[in-house]
């Protein structure tokens, strides 16, 4: 399982180049970057070249599209979707992942019935490009009853709808906050198979109790109370292959440097890897 | 357009026979009944020359599998719509309906995943044997809070829920007492294709406010307040040609004789087909 | 039915706004355009007013995806389709085609499963924005045998191609060449329901044995031997009423001006419209 | 990776009881059989208690629809589908499997066109039990040319064909003896994801030039020049974990007693799972 960053924790970043720098100097092996950005700066040879210098792969890229909206939304975003999976296609990366609220106040059925169909559109682009789709699911108990009606915040849930829209590149975007929150175990990442696991985000919980846990309280993996050793292990054990990406929301931005936060996030998966006997 | 009847409505009937004969002798042209059941009664050739000595059409068959519950019943029941598809296909019956409740006590936007999954399923089934799978949205003010969760009961969110499955062969069953409840228009009508139209159902409604009007407190056609004429007519502007069933739903069941009921009900199509100026 | 046209039988055409004022002039209704170009000139609301203002719609758009080559080709092509169905969608053309050789020097059965998976990608996309892909089926006998391998040239090959992609807004382009080189009669189109017709094509033939047609030996409508009020007759009574557009496929280019071949297609549609009774 | 058998290559086997006893009897892990008629026989607890006391499962069924020849066959098999796909969930079989002849005297690209569309249907009711279909290429060279026009045999083709079929539980049956007869290697199977493979043959092939070798020219595994021990190593490098199921055809039928040939069948799986090193 290679070691993954996000941007979210690492403060004030200046440029995706510095993100790809900071990320190989301190070990990590995969960036969760905007593909199309990077292959738009660099050209595709250019960020080719630019992530193998630096031994970085792709983790994942963001669903660039707001399947949440209005239908005119949905439809102006498709073609960006296009240039997004070629672009990531281009540089190896074949996950792309997007999140799902856990209540809305929209009438629910009918968003699920919505959503089924736009997302499904963007499996399908995607698998045009052998590209996945991740689909995570979101544990923190505030979210559930943020908005008028509850959504779908589980894994069978998740896996349920997965079923729903029905294409064969759909999986779970696995987080250890939302394990965590949805107070799971090893034995329910064991249940699955790993072709069901298109990204894993780590990250850490305070000590708090677990109904209080916020979605944007988020620590680094090992600062904090979740069993990251069991989540990690469990992971090996079904076989899953690709990166585990941390990212670390909080209420307020971390106004350490960079290359401070980088190595901060170094520590804790040097932590939490060895605890795991990785 | 033909006229129909379902057994809704027409008291204790004895026997599919003694519908298909009262429907007959007083001119209706299509009967919604159990395919199967007939099929395994009289075998293929008997059912055909049964309904072609009388010159009926089978206008519709209920699908006969529970998607609303567990999934070991769904399954369980898959075997059963197998077999009644091939024998309504034996019989030239193109079309198979099933009803959707507007509220739930379920997570809605969990249901509506499961129950997406599982009528695709039901409609792949039924389209190897080229037959069509009609979604009735239903209306009655009354039951949208009968259950903890509103889920969907208009034509649009219908529409999209169909687009949602994204199977062909999926469409509406148009009952002009789910169009009447939704506060629905002729205008609402003509913006369909006729191919978005699997069946339809026409019934009337008593002279209360729209908003008190119960499931099950139908009335015959011609008998109460919805403007079939107009109803009927939008149908015919399209290009609806199916049939059109009379589906009496009420507290208590009827007394009269089953051939009394039918007499009835014709009078009541006569009524609001020479009131359309069919 | 509207009456359409392409730019091919019109000569050395200096621009789509010349081809847009010609077909208009000579009370053409549809013109069967790039979208996306005409888009990207005008703007969305400059393209729409120029069609307002000369009375058109756009009949239909190409397919801008070749889909017959290599997997990287078609790749490549996708980002121009998302671009060329919000362009058509935003001008109110709900039609894209393609047409379907009928014989291959690849291996005829993998290739259809290539194309079956391509052509659903394309209309996946195509889907979302609410239009419909029409597969030209192509008729002229020397093209069968042109390559070493049969492909498919009916009309019932074609729709079960339709059933075997699998996507709702699937159907035919049904061209009047082919249906005349496929041997085929009223009664052929009069067993199709309107919805399996995404566009039409009118053009005629000679008078040489049908063996002996040659797919670019066309000439305008009502100058040769097809029954083209048949054609139009039998289009009308099943309840088609998209365009009819000319597309004159010649070996050497016509020499008159656009405007005298514009003349020309009007006098044809004239002829064979009168003939059918339009 | 389970020891399976099928019924081909045990002579005349009286009875599923007998081999279910035999196959225990030498220490076989998996059986595939007929899971409908063991279950109508026995009963869904008794078939499963038949199964458990000898410690057994089972590895596969065969798929109980012609898909090759008219559309009235194959409605009229699909009703017998659901009832072995129910029989064979309730004994926790998830495979299901047919052969692909890799030439045919129909058009090739037609028939590709409705052998998808039928296999999907197969595949979508197996899907709603959780069954998987696995489809079989078949390498012999003698079979390429057998009937008029190429179909498929390769694994590509047959990738690029589930791609078209497009539903996610299908993959191949993968056969040692198609694989020695397509001249792939280890390699070819390390390139593949392992729920790519639904069901595993292991076969042996005689001493003979590969464009000789007849389809029922098969002998015991370990008894021919195949690389079995290569085969199964690549199978479980990429994960596989199914079971691995001899199917001896042979042009006449041998002759020993079913224990004898059971006996034989448990010495090649000794020999190369040996040389294998599992």
């Not at 440029?15 to 969760?32: H, M, N, P, R």
């Not at 916020?214 to 469990?234: C, K, M, S, T, W």
Request: with cysteine; glycine share 10%; proline share 4%.
């Amino acid at each position: 399982m290679l070691r993954g960053l996000t941007g979210a924790g690492l403060g004030k970043l200046e440029s995706t180049e510095q993100f790809i720098e900071l990320a190989a100097k301190y070990g990590f092996e995969a960036v969760d970057i905007d593909a199309l950005a990077l292959v738009e700066n660099h050209s595709i040879d250019g960020a080719r070249e630019l992530l193998a210098k630096h031994g970085l792969v792709v983790g994942s890229i963001g669903l660039p599209v707001e399947w949440r909206g209005s239908e005119e939304r949905f439809r102006a975003d498709l073609p960006k979707l296009t240039q997004a999976a070629a672009a990531a296609a281009a540089l190896g990366c074949t996950s792309c992942c997007t999140y799902v609220l856990p209540s809305t106040d929209l009438n629910a059925a009918h968003f699920m019935a919505l959503a089924t169909r736009r997302l499904r559109t963007c499996a399908q682009i995607l698998g045009a490009y052998g590209i996945r789709l991740g689909l995570e699911f979101v544990g923190p108990h505030h979210l559930r009853t943020r908005w008028n009606h509850p959504f779908i915040w589980t894994v069978e849930e998740t896996l349920d709808w997965i079923d729903a829209i029905g294409e064969s590149n759909v999986g779970l975007l696995y987080d250890s906050y939302h394990w965590y929150t949805n107070g799971l175990t090893a034995a329910d990442i064991e249940k699955l198979r790993p072709e069901q696991i298109v990204h894993v985000h780590i990250n850490d919980a305070p000590d708090v109790p677990v109904e209080d846990v916020l979605d944007n309280g988020r620590v680094y993996p090992g600062e904090g109370v979740i069993d990251l050793a069991g989540f990690l292990q469990a992971l090996v054990k079904i076989g899953y292959k690709g990166a585990v990406s941390q990212e670390i929301l909080t209420a307020t931005p971390p106004t350490d440097s960079p290359e401070r936060l980088v190595q901060r996030s170094k520590a804790g998966f040097d932590k939490v890897y060895a605890a795991a006997g990785l």
